[in-house]
């Protein structure tokens, strides 16, 4: 029985790992073209993740999301082939425009779409949602190297620099699986290390608590626990965690919600800083930065993520 319940929960990671979404759909393929920053992307095909934004129009047919998703990546490498930024320009507009109808008119979140989005604002020098953009493809899909590396090629352009606070660099430190490794390889890793105790487990049973089969076992379920918490951890703050990205050029952050309050800070914020949402209210998000420091700004400055 418990090697029925290892092979069972291996099965399960396997599945949750080939590529699919909860929808069963695959999910879209994507690539950085070089090293330090994207020069191309790859023609993602879209899942059908819903989404809870409010539309009025009529949600497109799948059909006419493709016939959309291929008109933006064909505007996307016009864009690359013109020599002149002045020239590229209009046609990044259109990519922009296109991917954002396919997420937004189409119902669909997906790692690779919001990739491509998120290369093509990088490329029309539009920083704040480059980053955004990255960000909600990390969201999806943690283990891509290349959302990592465009995304950290992003913030180092930026013009704030907040230091992580103290706690936190500990934290990230120690728990550094935690912080490193995304929700699917924990879950996988965990598979393996349930599948480890159940098979070590199994061979006590039939032939006694040999030394190595003990620390086999303990090992192995001192790795669930750990995955298990760093993943349980790491779903509730998704569901009630929420992040952004300052979107304006500029912006002056307050020590409360409204005009009249003092500024927060000597200098105003820029384009690009990310913040912890702590609450918000009419017109204004209070929010955190990765400092500890706290502030409101308008909520016209900011997307989230």
């Known amino acids: 029985m ?11 990671a396997t599945a949750l790992g080939a590529g699919q979404d909860s929808t069963g759909l695959p999910n879209a393929d994507y ?3 070089g090293p330090s920053h994207p020069s191309d992307v790859s023609y993602g095909s879209p899942g059908t993740k819903g989404t809870d934004r409010t539309r009025t129009e009529a949600v497109p047919s799948r059909e006419e999301l493709y016939a959309l998703l291929n008109e933006a990546n064909a505007a996307f490498q016009q864009a690359n082939a ?3 930024p002045a020239v590229a320009r ?4 259109r990519a922009i425009l296109l991917y954002e109808r396919v997420i937004e008119a ?9 990739y491509n989005l998120a290369n093509a604002y990088l490329l029309r020098e539009d920083l704040a949602r480059a980053i955004l953009n990255y960000r909600r493809a990390e969201r999806l899909d943690g283990s891509d190297l290349n959302i990592k590396k465009n995304l950290a090629f992003a913030r180092s352009r930026r013009i704030d620099r907040v230091e992580t606070a103290a706690r936190k660099r500990v934290l990230e430190t120690l728990f550094f699986w935690h912080y490193d490794l ?6 996988g890793l965990a598979c393996l290390a349930f599948a480890g105790l159940c098979l070590s487990a199994t061979v006590m049973i039939w032939r006694g608590r040999a030394t190595g089969s003990v620390a086999v076992a303990t090992l192995s379920a001192v790795l669930v626990l750990g995955l298990l918490t760093s993943i349980l951890v790491e779903t509730q703050q998704q569901a009630h965690t929420r992040f952004g990205v300052i979107t304006a050029g500029e912006v002056v952050a307050r020590q409360g919600d409204g005009p009249n309050y003092p500024p927060s800070f000597k200098d105003p914020l820029h384009a690009g800083t990310e913040f912890e949402v702590v609450a918000q209210r009419p017109g204004w998000v209070h929010i955190r930065l990765s400092d500890g420091t ?6 016209d400055a900011a997307g989230l993520v």
């Open 2 to 12: 418990m090697v029925l319940l290892g092979v069972v929960f291996l099965g399960a």
């Open 31 to 33: 690539r950085a073209g």
């Open 82 to 84: 013109a020599g002149d």
């Open 90 to 93: 209009p046609s990044y507009d």
């Open 106 to 114: 189409g119902g669909v979140w997906n790692a690779g779409l919001y």
């Open 182 to 187: 995304s929700l699917r390889t924990r879950f």
């Open 294 to 299: 706290e502030a409101w700004i308008p909520e």
